[in-house]
């Protein structure tokens, strides 16, 4: 079992996004998404360490030290990047000024839950700007995945994980399938699976009901 890669599932993502979005882009596979803009797609990464306008990945030996992203990864600039407080950009996630976010997880239940900030016993500093993030932006995309290193399923009918949120995604991309739902009272449906992925290994790899 392999399907998409992490750059394949990033280049889903990406898809998703409209000209003129506000987008913020998790940790891990989700930084991936900005290497993947549709063309003719013009929008604004944003950065919850005060930064809007990112550019993608900056290639071998053009990394400056000194621009990272929230994530602490290395970004570049563009020529309308803009640099505000921490405070600010948060003021743009709380006041509902972002349209999407693309964020990793652990666990994502059949409800639209989510669980991506700790496991329990491991030492973590705290969740960071995810919850934020999941209470202010207008939707969320998880990429994530389908099963963890032990073969457990991580599309759950309940997350075992402490939440980040209740009810919040909106669309969950794995490496085998894409789901998502019309509303936050729908069930997710199934919209694709990867090559050589069949209904069948799908569902048992999955313990969420979906349409």
């Known amino acids: ?74 970004i570049t600039e563009l020529d309308r990047t803009s640099y505000v407080s921490s405070a600010e950009s948060f003021a743009m996630v709380r006041g509902g000024h972002i349209d999407a976010s693309v964020l990793g997880a652990m666990e994502v239940s059949e409800d639209g839950d989510l669980a991506n900030w700790t496991i329990p016993g491991k030492l973590v500093k705290g969740p960071g700007g995810a919850m934020d993030l999941v209470a202010g932006v207008r939707r969320v995309i998880v990429l994530m995945e389908h099963v963890s290193k032990d073969g457990a399923p991580k599309f759950r009918d309940h997350c075992t994980l402490p939440l980040t949120g209740a009810n919040v995604v909106d669309m969950l991309i794995t490496n085998l399938a894409v789901f998502a739902r019309s509303d936050r009272h729908s069930p997710f449906r199934l919209l694709e699976t990867a090559p050589g992925i069949g209904l069948e290994e799908l569902r048992a790899r999955t313990s969420a009901r979906f349409v």
């Open 1 to 74: 079992m392999t399907g998409w890669t992490r750059d394949q599932m990033a280049a889903r993502a990406a898809r998703e996004l409209e000209d003129g979005f506000y987008v913020n882009l998790g940790i891990g596979i989700p930084t991936l998404v900005a290497n993947h803009i549709p063309a003719g797609v013009d929008l604004m990464l944003h950065s919850e360490n005060g930064i809007l306008g990112l550019g993608p990945f900056p290639l071998a030996g053009e990394a400056d030290a000194d621009l990272i992203n929230a994530g602490k990864e290395t």
